[in-house]
């Protein structure tokens, strides 16, 4: 059986880039909800629907557990996903997301204050520091809402969007000690930039290098789900819609199989 991720664009090849590099053994199949994205303008009820219906599709491609690299539906819709639609349709799969392995990252050197950066439905969601709250950890978290980095890095601009973030951090008042996590896939592709700009006086928090991790941890802890893993190496990519350049991107980031849209 595979290992899934889901996304609702490409961001999330970033996370499963990494993890594939981690864990090269393993099967992987990541699907990317492009005909819908961005997530971050639709109702709780419609990113619940999308990612139950790439859920299902990613369990009929034999996925045993399925990665959520979303940051938007892994806070809006993870919960119920777990505790309804899986223990009705899949009790025998896994899904997982991304926000409580990057919290963990952030309680586990006690910073003063961290500044998460992120899309406007994730900061409004407020998943973080109810996650922080649920801990009981007094970490200060600043969350403000960055979407405009997204479209910069799609474009190539990561310059522009490095500058933009540079900013943003300075004017929260991150200072030396402090953390920034970067609380969007996309945002992975800035994590060199901003820590040549601050330096060790900033920890930079990125996803890519949280999640292979994580995960590593969570397949060692749960043999039951090892057991059943396949192990040819394989790497497949299912995009709901395709456009010329995403190809590119795809080779870029994986080197690996496309697949053409899905019906």
Same mark, same amino acid.
């Given at each position: ?16 880039? #990494? ?7 393993? =099967? ?31 369990? !009929?491609?034999? *996925? ?5 690299? *979303?940051?938007?539906?892994?806070? &809006? ?14 009790? =025998? ?37 109810? &996650? ?21 890095? &799609? ?7 490095? #500058? ?5 951090? &300075?004017?929260?008042?991150?200072? !030396? ?10 945002? *992975? ?26 995960? #590593? ?47």
């Amino acid at each position: 059986m595979n290992i899934g991720f889901f996304d609702s664009g490409l961001g999330g090849l970033l996370i499963l880039k #990494a993890v594939a590099k981690a864990l090269p053994q393993y =099967d992987y199949v990541y699907y990317g909800d492009t005909a819908n994205v961005p997530y971050g303008d639709k109702t709780e009820e419609e990113i619940y629907a999308l990612t139950k219906a790439a859920l299902t599709q990613l369990f !009929e491609r034999d *996925c045993a557990l399925v990665i959520v690299a *979303c940051n938007t539906a892994s806070a &809006e819709t993870l919960r119920k996903i777990q505790d309804t639609f899986l223990q009705a349709e899949y009790p =025998d799969r896994k899904v997982l997301g991304v926000i409580i392995p990057t919290i963990e990252e952030v309680i586990k050197p006690h910073y003063k204050k961290a500044l998460l950066l992120a899309t406007k439905r994730t900061v409004e969601s407020n998943k973080y520091q109810k &996650e922080l709250d649920k801990l009981g950890d007094v970490t200060q978290l600043i969350s403000i809402a960055t979407p405009e980095l997204v479209p910069f890095i &799609e474009l190539g601009e990561k310059e522009i969007a490095t #500058a933009s973030a540079i900013s943003t951090i &300075e004017r929260a008042g991150v200072g !030396e000690g402090d953390v920034v996590v970067l609380g969007c896939t996309h945002y *992975c592709l800035l994590k060199d930039s901003l820590r040549e700009h601050f330096g060790s006086a900033v920890t930079i928090v990125s996803q890519d290098e949280v999640i292979p991790q994580k995960l #590593a941890a969570y397949l060692e802890q749960h043999p039951e789900i090892t057991s059943r893993l396949s192990n040819t190496g394989k790497r497949v990519i299912h995009l709901t819609q395709h456009r010329p350049d995403y190809d590119r991107l795809t080779a870029e980031f994986l080197g690996g199989a496309y697949l053409s849209d899905e019906d």
